[in-house]
């Protein structure tokens, strides 16, 4: 909700910038022949690029997906830094050539345009990275989770212990899973299911169930380290 107002002040913010460069653009005596009208589109068209690109960038879920867009608007930001400025010069100065007018506005888009290119690739790369990330570390998170909640579900002080104990082997394991590991973890899942189903069973049995659990663990984690 604060990011939506903070983006309808920042078009605010962008309406009241054009009010201003319009008026000063047509409240002033300047020339208007080619070189003032190519100057006042360019612009124009800064401030336009702006509001698209905030509104882009900002207007994803998520805080990360907002962050991530930050670098795009400060790309924006500093083009109708330059632009503006510019424009006014370039609607100023009528002598000079509007073709040279126009070519300089276009270079200048175009390295925003390729700033921007260059922001989203980051930007893609970062959240492919981070989504990679959190696959590799679904397992152990879901593991500690099933857990946890088995430890309410047994009524037997002893089980309860056994699964706190395993809950803490869990949580300062590798949490990053590799490939070499999934036949592992294939088998963890496999035993989780098997303590489920024996939590009020005989405490011999089930301490041996979560010693095999805590094997299988100790040999993931070992082949994780090897892998580094």
Known sequence: MKTHKNMKLFFIADIIVFILFTAAAFILPFVRKAAFWTG???????????AL???YSLSHDGLKGKFYGIPSVLI????VIIQIPLSLVEMALPIIPYKYIVLINLILF???LIGLIGAQMGKNAVVSTDERIMNKTYFIK?????INMLIPDSHNPLIQKELRSLSETVRYSDPVSI???AELESRMEELLLVLKENLNTDNYDFQKKCREFSQLLSDRNQ??????
């Open 179 to 181: 490939p070499q590991t």
């Open 223 to 228: 082949k994780i380290k090897l892998s580094k």
């Open 40 to 50: 006042y589109g360019f612009g124009a068209l800064s401030l336009l690029t702006t």
């Open 142 to 146: 879901s593991m500690q989770s099933e």
């Open 110 to 112: 175009a390295i925003v």
């Open 53 to 55: 690109v905030v509104w």
């Open 76 to 79: 924006v930001l500093l083009y």
